[in-house]
């Protein structure tokens, strides 16, 4: 979705311009002569079909915590509406209201209390390794959602909607899987070659839906929606083959992948948290330098803020978006060897469980950029990682977390609501202040 950010400008350029794209034009000193992003996308003017989503990706950061915020809110009531103790207790409200009050405080606590408990410290537990086990599952299931959440998120920020994540993260995991399991080569370059292949893996698939998009004007939410099946059913298809099925195995499974091809574990066998998490802090480093201090970043961004003022300075619109595709598939595909050399060591049909959707939501809340995927990642890791127990603890069902994800969703997408909720300051005083200085100084830049 092209959309760039709104702003003051002298109109749009015309559709059928003559100024090709990798040319320069009529913006004085074009993308290499210090012009932000947000100038060039001042230059062209607003493009309405994209400004909502511009403001949904990249938006006020405050929003994403108050939309957690909310979230859990909702999820407290539905676990309290849902607690036997509260429904007996509604039942006397009038004569003992402070019952409901009680019931409705301890329904709530308790499966929050839970959920903390089983995924960042276990204060019940028996030494401190067993305390803090939960949390290194938090950073387990957190992995693959970063890395993921930054493929999806650079593809924000050139304005493209990247929801192929979950076929990025198969096609990955296959290539990875079967360099793990066919080949035979010492510790460490065997590994080095199954993340490259995951890479490889990834940026193809990824790279497929830029390619269309730049070439023939295919919009990237269809093409990538359509590889996440073929991505699926190929997969499928392989694992009843000879050369990927496990030997003397009915189910579709693949061998297990050699030692040498999986991460080490970081705390030992008594832990499943791997090396694939620095591998994922490594990313986000990665994609923070590329997008704030690469020449590439800035042309992505530029043409996420508005492809057509970004044409006009002399970018290559379609080599960004290719570039963009290529690069965020590539990290749905390092997520894919995360989940083949990490935690499951072998292929089959959930080998990328929800993770390339789940990313959608983990770039959304993160803002498209690096740190916030990164705290979003870590957010979901806790919510996976705390789910499992709550729901034995207090039998509480794990459906509750994927509700309060589709809140947060729901949140995140609708900002307006937010800030009526909380009577957030919209702006509206600052646009004042800003025109009446441009009226000051006659109108002048």
């Keep these: ?42 230059a062209s003017g607003p493009d309405p079909q994209a400004s909502l989503m511009t403001r949904i990706t990249t938006g006020n950061g405050m929003v994403s915590v108050l939309a957690i915020l909310l979230s859990l809110i909702v999820g407290a009531i539905l ?28 329904s709530v606590s308790e499966a929050y209390v839970a959920l903390f408990r089983s995924s960042i410290f276990n204060t019940q537990a028996d030494g401190f390794a067993n305390a803090i086990y939960p949390l290194t599952e938090t950073l387990t299931d957190a992995t693959p959602l970063i890395l993921a959440g930054l493929g999806v998120a ?22 990875a899987g079967w360099v793990g399991f066919t080949l035979d080569l010492p510790a460490g370059i065997h590994l080095i070659l199954a993340m490259v292949a995951g890479i490889i893996g990834g940026a193809l698939w990824g790279g497929i839906a830029g390619v269309l998009k730049a070439r023939r004007g295919a919009h990237e939410v269809i093409v990538t929606i ?15 083959t000879p050369g990927f099925q496990r030997p003397g195995s009915n189910n579709p499974i693949s061998p297990n992948i050699d030692s040498s ?34 020449t590439t970043g800035f042309e992505l961004r530029a043409v996420g803020a508005n492809p057509l003022a ?77 789910g499992v ?21 729901l949140f995140i997408a609708a900002p307006p609501l937010v800030q009526a909720i909380f009577r957030i300051n919209t702006g509206k005083k600052k646009s004042k202040t800003t025109t009446a200085r441009t009226a000051g100084t006659g109108g002048a830049a």
């Design 154 to 175: 650079l593809a924000f920020r050139a304005s493209l909607f990247n929801i192929g994540g979950q076929g990025q993260i198969i096609v990955g995991a296959l290539l």
């Design 1 to 42: 979705m092209n959309d760039p950010v709104d702003g003051p400008g002298p109109g749009p350029v015309a559709p059928d311009s003559e100024t090709p794209a990798g040319e320069p034009g009529s913006i004085p000193g074009g993308a290499d002569a210090g012009n932000s992003p947000a100038q060039l996308a001042e």
């Design 226 to 240: 359509m590889l996440n099946y073929i991505a699926l059913y190929f997969l499928l298809y392989l694992l009843t």
């Design 261 to 294: 091809a999986a991460y080490p574990l970081i705390f030992g066998s008594g832990f499943r948290l791997h090396y694939g998490f620095v591998v994922a802090l490594a990313a986000v480093a990665f994609v923070w330098w590329l997008l704030n201090r690469s």
């Design 389 to 409: 127990g709550m729901q034995s603890n207090t039998g509480i069902p794990i459906d509750i977390v994927l509700v309060v994800q589709s809140f947060i969703v």
């Design 79 to 106: 676990i309290a509406a849902t607690d036997e103790r509260v429904t007996e207790a509604s039942s006397y409200f009038f004569a003992r209201p402070m019952d409901l009050l009680g019931a409705v405080w301890t």
């Design 310 to 386: 970004a044409r006009t300075a002399g970018i290559n619109v379609s080599k960004a978006y290719i570039t963009a595709m290529v690069v965020a598939g590539a990290l749905a595909g390092l997520a894919g060897t995360a989940q083949i050399s990490g935690t499951e060591r072998a292929l089959s049909s959930d080998i990328a469980a929800s993770f390339g959707f789940d990313a959608i939501t983990v770039a959304l809340l993160g803002r498209s950029k690096p740190m916030g995927t990164l705290f979003a990642g870590l957010l979901f890791g806790a919510l996976r990682a705390g």
